[in-house]
Nanobody
Framework: QVQLVESGGGLVQPGGSLRLSCAASGSIFSIYDMGWYRQAPGKQRILVATITSGGNTNYVDSVKGRFTISRDNAKNTVYLQMNSLKPEDTAVYYC???????????????WGQGAQVTVSS
């Protein structure tokens, strides 16, 4: 099972930018489809962005044009670049490795510990 560790969260003013990183270890990172989720206080965890093992990306409507997900397989890392941040982006952001079937083996889903992002003036 892959282990995931997020970094890069913090406090930023509205309109500012942050970049989250998620470092993976313990498995073959390049085979995983990866995602970023977020959970605001009192709300359910929602999917924000995904990137497939082949590099295809998808975003929830509320972040399209502002957030960019990317991956560097050589560094076993997935990123979430967040621009034009709004107060409603405030949440704990979680990195996720989707369950994957590869060469006869099931690689289970894995979650990071979460990174707090607070957008406030």
């Amino acid at each position: 099972q892959v282990q995931l560790v997020e970094s890069g969260g913090g406090l930023v003013q509205p309109g500012g930018s942050l970049r989250l990183s998620c470092a993976a270890s313990g498995s073959i990172f390049s085979i995983y489809d990866m995602g970023w989720y977020r959970q605001a206080p009192g709300k359910q965890r929602i999917l924000v962005a995904t990137i497939t093992s082949g590099g295809n990306t998808n975003y929830v409507d509320s972040v399209k044009g502002r957030f960019t997900i990317s991956r560097d397989n050589a560094k076993n890392t997935v990123y979430l670049q967040m621009n034009s941040l709004k107060p409603e982006d405030t949440a704990v952001y979680y990195c996720n490795a989707h369950q994957t079937y590869y060469r006869g083996t099931i690689y289970p889903e894995s979650w990071g510990q979460g990174a707090q992002v607070t957008v406030s003036s």
